[in-house]
């Protein structure tokens, strides 16, 4: 447990105060603290570095810890310091802060590790100096991105859905992680396939097949099964309409699904079928139609639902669009001025390929990037010399912000496959925290064992004693604290195996006569302690009625009540029957019988208390199975 | 019209290139408007930052019991899981889940963050929180089990019903968790809650007052003892 929380310790016991008025047994007593439990402080300054400073400096922001009353809670009076049990290294920024006016980030520091510094001393950090604020900002963001992808990581993939998602939601998160069912695999890859048939269908339509009989031209394929293409893609534009309205059905907010660029893609690369399913069969409109065909081009970019190395370039190219827009930018410019130059340098000649600027903007393309067709090549002198100092200063555009891009791409990359690697951690880290949780009820459990709880003054010298003193006080605190929490409920913490064990014993003889069930859970039940099982003689002959004993080490000291209104009663009249103990004062000693199943508490099935006249409209029912017998114990 | 017909023809061959030209004007502006997106998205990043500081040492040495000393170490505590200064309630149920390993103690922690935040704003300042550590550690037993009876009755109208008694009672159940001996059947909370009310609610009018509570608890011994446990907590 961290040491912070420790201090914590007693709130949690003062907050146990909660409990009492409703406990079920005495509470034990506390254990003795010996040293008094002041003493974690009382050394000098920064852990252990000592600042000097005038007060006036400190004063000088008095919206501060430093600089306002609340450092008083950390006065020292035996060594007449303020004591900060903090890292002493960032201490030295902080107080430069106040000396200075600026505050500078160090740049060897994790920033989160200064950000909490900040916090606790009370500083915004807006006021980060100049010459520092771009460094602290650029780490925080990337912090915070990293943080965001986690927990987008987190919350997107494996988490379980909720027990009550309707089949909205669950089919929403079929769409969007698909390898959480198989159905969602299988459409996953029907999809996949369907895009990639459509893809290849246009492809191989172009393509030229042999001629039909007693024709000489060579058709594309596209005409010459025109049937066939025409089926198959129908059958592709089905499935994609198919897909996006599932998607547009099972999406939480259908706006902005609709805004989103999957879906946009989705709708331009099945429209031109629907548009030309429509169109009339005019010459001039139809015209226009074929030229939609080209939008089919888009289906492309649905598999980027399927690749994540797709995505992660659109991102990239996202994140990079400064440079990206400066690089267009300068290019158009250096294309521009060289183009003229051309263009006019090889006006005079004869013949030449530089007609217009807009001709010669080809060229210049061509040579920047140093392609080089030849289709264009200068005659003149001048021609050339500016041909050359083109080509040389287009490698130079080019290369400038393209490790931008680069460097963006890459650290995305890699926190993609951060991300990955994450979510493989997962698993072990939960693991360690399982088995922390289980340390420490382990502890407990053992000191229940070696009889912690009786008085330390029947404690001869022996080994138990001796593990006990070994504990430290916040072990035994702690411990008496959930102790507490046992006697308030009267049941007593063990571990899973035991659990289980006591799951696994049945005993056949005590089935519940009850008829309406408390769900379908109930088919057998059981006794979870045998060797109590004879001391259960009875069994309720009521037929609506079960009754689950919970605590059996207290048998001894149970006593239950029953009304005389036992074998009638119904569930409306409940409240009756606790107006009837009053009358039944003298207790009986049986003790009741039936364990249900330990399952976790169904929802609720239909069973509902109806308000009962006598206590107005105030019990209700919110759990499937209660009791229709009191018991006193005789401890309360 | 003819002749601006013929120079659309001639402009837009039937034929794929005039799609091209389509596509290509189509394109220009979401692609644009989705690099500007790319760009303003990196301004978001806020930082916020929220400060709270409580009362000076002197005053709440005189609102509340505790010595200087106590307050200064009740302090450090605090303000080391929450430096800044007010604990909030997801900060407040995690830190109580850490003492409840087995089973889930945030209803609870909800409750308790209830009690505790007086004014009602969310957030646990310092000074509610002493307050009310002063009111269970160095109070009075009648002060005890005031609290105690503000803690069941959530909605403060003085009475405390059989549904209210029943959500502390299940989050108390909750904080045992799973494996306990003997387990917990469905029915448990609710027949405590029953056996509860037999007790306290004298008139048999279905609620406990405030009087009801303090004068049974006041006569079962077994409670009374209890509470003594606390003077020694802090």
Known sequence: ?636 | MSQAHGFLKQLLPADETGGLYVLMLLSFFPLYCWFRKGESSEEEFQISFVCHRPEGLQILEEQTKFSKRELQFLYRAFKNECPSGVVDEDVFKLIYSQFFPQGDSSNYAHFLFEAFDTNKNGCLSFQEFVAGLSLILRGSMYDRLNWAFHFYDHDKDGFITKEEMLNIMKSIYEMMGKYVSPPIQDDIPREHVDRFFQKMDRNRDGVVTIEEFIESCQKDENIMRSMRLFDSVF
């Open chain 1, 1 to 636: 447990m961290a040491a912070g929380v420790a201090t914590w310790l007693p709130f949690a016991r003062a907050a146990a105060v909660g409990w009492l008025p409703l406990a079920k047994k005495t509470m034990p007593k506390p254990p003795v603290d010996k040293k008094s439990r002041n003493d974690e402080i009382l050394f000098v300054n920064v852990s252990g570095l000592r600042f000097q400073t005038w007060k006036n400096t400190l004063d000088r922001y008095p919206d501060t810890l430093l600089g306002s009353s609340e450092k008083e809670f950390f006065f020292n009076e035996d060594t007449q310091e303020y004591f900060f049990d903090r890292d002493p290294e960032m201490f030295r920024h902080i107080l430069n802060f106040y000396r200075t006016g600026k505050l500078h980030y160090p740049r060897q520091e994790c920033i989160q590790a200064f950000d909490e510094e900040l916090a606790f001393y009370g500083i915004v950090p807006d006021i980060i100096g100049d010459c520092c604020m771009e460094e602290y900002r650029d780490r925080k963001k990337e912090n915070q991105e990293r943080l965001a992808e986690d927990t987008e990581a987190e919350m997107a993939t494996d988490t379980p859905l909720p027990p009550h998602s309707t089949s909205r939601e669950r089919l929403w998160r079929a769409f969007e992680n698909p390898h959480t069912s198989t159905m969602a695999l299988v459409f996953y890859y029907v999809t996949g396939f369907f895009i990639a048939v459509s893809v290849i269908a246009n492809v191989v339509e172009t393509v030229p097949c042999r001629p039909l009989k007693g024709s000489k031209k060579d058709l594309p394929c596209g005409e010459k099964y025109s049937l066939a293409f025409f089926c198959m893609d129908t059958a592709c534009v089905l499935i994609f309409t198919f897909e996006y309205l599932m998607r547009l059905f099972a999406a939480p907010s259908r706006c902005k699904f609709m805004r989103s660029v999957m879906s946009v893609i989705d709708v331009v690369a099945i429209m031109p079928y629907y548009i030309g399913l429509v169109m009339p069969e005019n010459e001039d409109v139809s015209g226009a139609f074929v030229t939609l065909r080209v939008f089919r081009v888009f289906r492309i970019f649905k598999f980027s639902r399927h690749s994540q190395g797709l995505r992660i370039l659109g991102y990239t190219l996202k994140s990079c669009a400064s440079e990206l827009g400066f690089l267009l930018f300068s290019l158009t410019m250096a294309i521009i001025i060289f183009a003229t130059v051309m263009f006019y340098a090889e006006k005079g000649t004869k013949g030449t390929n530089f007609t217009s600027i807009p001709a010669s903007f080809w060229y210049t393309i061509v040579t920047m990037t140093t392609l080089g067709y030849g289709d264009m090549v200068p005659n003149t002198i001048a021609g050339k010399i500016f041909g050359s100092i083109c080509s040389l200063s287009g490698v130079l555009v080019i290369a400038l912000p393209v490790p931008v891009i680069v460097s963006n791409f890459s650290r995305i990359y890699h926190q993609n496959q951060r991300a990955d690697k994450m979510r493989a951690q997962q698993k072990v880290r939960l693991a360690r925290i399982r088995l922390a949780k289980k340390g420490t009820t382990n502890a407990f459990l053992q000191y229940k064992e070696e009889g912690g709880f009786q008085n330390k003054l029947q404690y001869t010298a022996n080994d138990s004693a001796l593990c006990l003193k070994n504990r430290s006080s916040f072990e035994h605190q702690h411990h008496h604290l959930l102790h507490c929490l046992e006697k308030t409920t009267n049941h007593e913490f063990t571990d899973e195996l035991t659990f289980s064990e006591m799951c696994m014993t049945e005993s056949v003889g005590y089935r519940t006569s009850r008829s309406t069930s408390i769900s379908s859970q109930q088919g057998v039940t059981t006794s979870c302690c045998p060797r109590r099982a004879k001391r259960r003689a009875i069994r309720l002959a009521n037929s609506t009625v079960s009754v689950s004993r919970g605590s059996v080490q207290e048998l001894d000291t149970l006593q239950v009540h029953k009304t005389s209104a036992g074998p009638q009663s119904s569930r409306s009249s409940l409240n009756a029957r606790t107006e009837d103990l009053k009358l039944n004062c003298e207790d009986r000693d049986f003790t009741a019988a039936i364990i249900s199943i330990p399952t976790p508490p169904a929802n609720t099935p239909d069973e509902s208390l109806p308000p009962s006249p006598a206590i107005p409209g105030i019990l209700r029912n919110s759990r499937s199975s209660f009791t229709h017998e009191t018991v006193k114990i005789s401890s309360l």
